[in-house]
Every structure is written in structure tokens, then in C-alpha cells.
């Protein structure tokens, strides 16, 4: 038996994890330095120095500024999706049961993930960051559709995609409101935002519990 293909997966994995961990340590720096001085502070010899690594070593991974930050803007993406996900496994199927954790977790996301306040997904460098046709909050849009459909059995149209994209453009801008001038989130904007973009959901999405 041939068990050389083993044996290479066996030494090969091992240098993928160090590689990936090396690359998270990167965008771990890049995401402190936002946190500190703003996206301008964010250059390769202070990602290198601060994530104790070297200015070779990062652009084997990130070939510019704007590479690197594109990555974190992912990896914030794909953070939150993680967490909309979790608490739409544990929610009811009650209609739109699951709104508060959705919203909850992108407060949650500005409180506690480093450089997303400033970053988020990356609408702040590029309002098309996170694709070439459609924008950050039509990527979600679509992704919430299609989340909704296969948990409450309704077909995606693109009238549900038109009003989760505005929900969501309403929800980001009152958010990033509530968290210009406190770190902690002014409670009154976002209560007003988990209402009022909770309310138009609602009204305009009218899900049927199964």
C-alpha cells in the first residue's frame, strides 16, 4: 500500500496550521493597530513589528495595506455570520425569533472585536470590498434570504432581498451613530435601531411560523 500520500499529508499539515496561525497573528496586529491610531496606522512595518513577525514574512500573505485589510474585513465577516448562525440554531421558529441575537451580535461585534468599529466589513475603504457587483449589505442581504428560507420554508425573492438590504443599511448607520462618540454604544440608538429595524422587518417580511 502506498502510504507516501500520508506521510505527506502527515508533515504537510502541521506547517498549514503554522502558516494559518502566522497569518491570524498578522491580522491580529493589523486589527489592534486600527483600534489605536485608525486605518491609517495600519502599515507593513507596524503590522510586522507589532505582531513580532518581519515585513518579508507578511507580504508572503498580504501583497499590500489593502490586501491585508480586505482579509480582516472577511474575517470580520465571516465572525459575525458565525455568530448570527449559532443563535439561529438555538431560536424558536417563531417569526423573525432570532432578530434580537442578529442584531445583538453585530452590537456585540463593535463592542469586543478589535478594528471592527473602524473596519466593519469594509464598506469604509470600498463600498464593494467584499465582491465586484454587489455591495457589503447586498452580501448579507443575500446570505439573511437564504438563512430565512431554508428556517421558515419561504421561497427568496428579490423583493426580501430589497428590504433585508434596507434593513440592514438602517441598522448599520443608526449603529455606527450609537458608537461615534462611545466605545460602549449609546443604548438609545441602539434600542431605537433593534425597534424600528425589527418593526420593519416584521412588516415587510411577515414569516409564518411552522
Same mark, same amino acid.
Given at each position: 500500500m502506498?502510504?507516501?500520500? !500520508? ?11 503554522r502558516?494559518? !496561525?502566522? =497569518? ?13 491610531? $485608525? ?8 503590522? +510586522?513589528?507589532?505582531?513580532? %513577525?518581519?515585513v ?12 491585508? /485589510? ?8 465571516q465572525?459575525? =455570520? ?7 440554531d438555538?431560536?424558536s ?18 463592542? @469586543?472585536?478589535?478594528?471592527?468599529? @473602524?473596519? $466593519?466589513? $469594509? ?21 439573511? +434570504?437564504? =438563512?430565512? %428560507? !431554508? ?7 428579490? %423583493?426580501?432581498?430589497?428590504? /433585508?438590504?434596507? +434593513? #440592514?443599511? =438602517?441598522?448599520?448607520? #443608526?449603529? @455606527? ?5 462611545? %466605545? ?16 420593519y422587518?416584521?412588516?415587510? #417580511?411577515? /414569516?409564518? +411560523?411552522?
Amino acid at each position: 500500500m502506498d502510504t507516501s500520500h !500520508e506521510v505527506l499529508n502527515l508533515r504537510t499539515t502541521p506547517t498549514q496550521q503554522r502558516s494559518s !496561525e502566522r =497569518m491570524q497573528s498578522l491580522l491580529d496586529a493589523a486589527a489592534v493597530l486600527i483600534d489605536e491610531d $485608525g486605518i491609517d496606522g495600519v502599515t507593513t512595518t507596524a503590522v +510586522a513589528y507589532r505582531s513580532r %513577525s518581519s515585513v518579508g514574512v507578511l507580504y508572503r500573505y498580504f501583497p499590500n495595506v489593502d490586501s491585508l /485589510l480586505k482579509a480582516l474585513a472577511q474575517r470580520n465577516m465571516q465572525r459575525y =455570520m458565525d455568530r448570527v448562525q449559532e443563535g439561529a440554531d438555538r431560536a424558536s421558529l417563531a417569526p423573525w425569533a432570532a432578530w434580537d441575537n442578529t442584531f445583538g451580535s453585530y452590537v456585540e461585534m463593535y463592542r @469586543h472585536e478589535p478594528g471592527f468599529r @473602524h473596519l $466593519g466589513f $469594509g464598506d469604509i475603504i470600498a463600498e464593494r470590498f467584499l465582491g465586484d457587483e454587489p455591495t457589503n449589505s447586498t452580501v448579507i442581504a443575500r446570505i439573511f +434570504a437564504q =438563512m430565512l %428560507s !431554508e428556517e421558515h420554508t419561504v421561497p427568496v425573492t428579490d %423583493s426580501m432581498v430589497f428590504h /433585508l438590504d434596507v +434593513a #440592514i443599511a =438602517m441598522g448599520v448607520a #443608526i449603529v @455606527h451613530r450609537a458608537f461615534l462618540y462611545d %466605545s460602549r454604544g449609546d443604548e438609545r440608538f441602539i434600542e431605537e435601531a433593534r425597534e424600528m429595524v425589527g418593526a420593519y422587518l416584521r412588516a415587510e #417580511i411577515p /414569516l409564518t +411560523a411552522e
